[in-house]
C-alpha cells in the first residue's frame, strides 16, 4: 500500500499569493519523520521542512509551514507569498523509526508539480 | 560546510556493462542512502548505509549493490545493466538517526544504451 499521497500532481498560483500542497500518510509506527522537498527542473532535491511524529507544533521555516494533523495523518505544505522560483516539483516524504523493518527508509509521494504566475 | 556530492554526474554506459557511482557525505553525517528516481516509478529507496552496515534495503534486484566506507562515503554499483537502468540515482546523507533529515547531492543520470 501506497504510504505517501499527493492528489495533486499540478497546482497553479499567482506571485505574491499563498498555496497549500497536499500529502497524506499511512503508517502505524509512532516514530516517524515528515519531510518536504523541492525538485527544481535541474534535478538536485532541496530539503526545505521537517515535522517530527511527537512535535506538538506546526513545523516553519521561513515562508515554508507545514500544517500537521496527526489524527487525519495529513502533512500539508503552506508556502507564503509565492515567487517565480518557487516553481518546481515539490515531494513530501517519510521516515518511519521504531524497530520495524522500515526503519530508516524514505517513502516518497509521487510529487506536485507548482507553477508560479506572474 | 561542504554539501553532499556525486561524482560522476552523468554517464552513458551500454546494455551488460556495470557501473560504479560514488557519493561523499555532509561531514560528520554517518547515514548514507540511495535512491533512483525515474519518470514512470517515481522515486524509489534503494538501501541505506550507516557505520558501513546495510541498514536497510528497497525492492531492487541483486545486481544493485552498495557498500559504505570507514569516512561514511559511499559508492553503489549496478552490474549487468539493463534499457531500464537508465534514471537519475540520488544519493542522501544524514546525522545517524532513521528518522533525521536527508539531504540530497545532486545525483548521477545515468543512460544505458
Known amino acids: 500500500a501506497q504510504k505517501i499521497t499527493q492528489t495533486q500532481p499540478g497546482m497553479f498560483v499567482q506571485e505574491k499569493e499563498a498555496v497549500t500542497l497536499d500529502c497524506t500518510y499511512d503508517t502505524s509506527d509512532p516514530s516517524y519523520g515528515l519531510f518536504w522537498y523541492k525538485q527544481p527542473s535541474s534535478g538536485e532535491m532541496i530539503f526545505l521542512i521537517y515535522?517530527?511524529?511527537?512535535?506538538?507544533q506546526n513545523a516553519t521555516e521561513g515562508r515554508y509551514s507545514l500544517n500537521f494533523q496527526k489524527a487525519r495523518k495529513s502533512a500539508n505544505l503552506v508556502i507564503s507569498a509565492s515567487q517565480l522560483g518557487d516553481s518546481a516539483m515539490y515531494f513530501c516524504a517519510m521516515r518511519e523509526g521504531g524497530g520495524n523493518t522500515n526503519a530508516g527508509k524514505s517513502t516518497f509521494g509521487d510529487g506536485t508539480t507548482l507553477t508560479v504566475k506572474p | 560546510k561542504a554539501g553532499v556530492t556525486q561524482t560522476p554526474r552523468y554517464l552513458i554506459k551500454t546494455r551488460g556493462q556495470q557501473v560504479t557511482l560514488s557519493c561523499s557525505p555532509i561531514?560528520?553525517?554517518?547515514?548514507v542512502s540511495w535512491y533512483q528516481q525515474t519518470p514512470g516509478q517515481g522515486l524509489q529507496f534503494l538501501f541505506e548505509y550507516f557505520s558501513e552496515t546495510q541498514r536497510n534495503k528497497g525492492n531492487f534486484p541483486g545486481r544493485f549493490s552498495g557498500r559504505q566506507f570507514s569516512n561514511s562515503r559511499s559508492e553503489m554499483n549496478v552490474s549487468t545493466l539493463e534499457l531500464g537502468d537508465s534514471a537519475l540515482y540520488l544519493c542522501a546523507s544524514s546525522l545517524a538517526g532513521v528518522t533525521d533529515t536527508q539531504y540530497f547531492g545532486p545525483g548521477t543520470r545515468l543512460t544505458v544504451l
Open positions: 561531514s560528520g553525517h554517518r547515514s
Open positions: 515535522q517530527g511524529s511527537y512535535d506538538q
